[in-house]
């Protein structure tokens, strides 16, 4: 097992919300997010992050910002669908969630 993967063989069961529209399902998304960065940061002085493409940083993030989340130095960021395009790209994953999630929340 590698550390933090909670080394339970117990399986989880998948949470799925529903809601009304982009932005109702992107603050549910920041308010998981928020919750799960804060328990990390308690239990392991850190909370690691992978984001995809697509619009979920464009409605996650603004979401995160009207949480007014904090310990974002505590913060590490990956990506899980970066397209092979330059960061300054539209298509680039790394420019929307720069854009929509580090810059706005601070992240180191």
């Not at 002085?45 to 995809?52: D, I, M, N, P, R």
């Not at 130095?73 to 580090?102: G, I, M, P």
């Amino acid at each position: 097992m590698f550390p933090g993967c909670g080394g339970s063989k117990r399986k989880k069961a998948a949470i799925v919300t529903v809601g009304a529209d982009k932005k109702a399902v992107g603050l549910a998304a920041a308010k998981f997010i928020a919750a799960e960065a804060t328990k990390a940061i308690a239990a392991n002085g850190k909370f690691t992050v992978a984001f995809s493409g697509g619009s979920l940083p464009k409605i996650v993030g603004p979401a995160l910002s009207e949480l007014k989340v904090s310990n974002t130095e505590e913060w590490y960021v990956f990506f899980s669908d970066e397209r092979c395009v330059a960061l300054t790209s539209d298509d680039s994953n790394f420019k929307s969630v720069q854009e929509h999630v580090v810059v706005p929340l601070s992240i180191p």
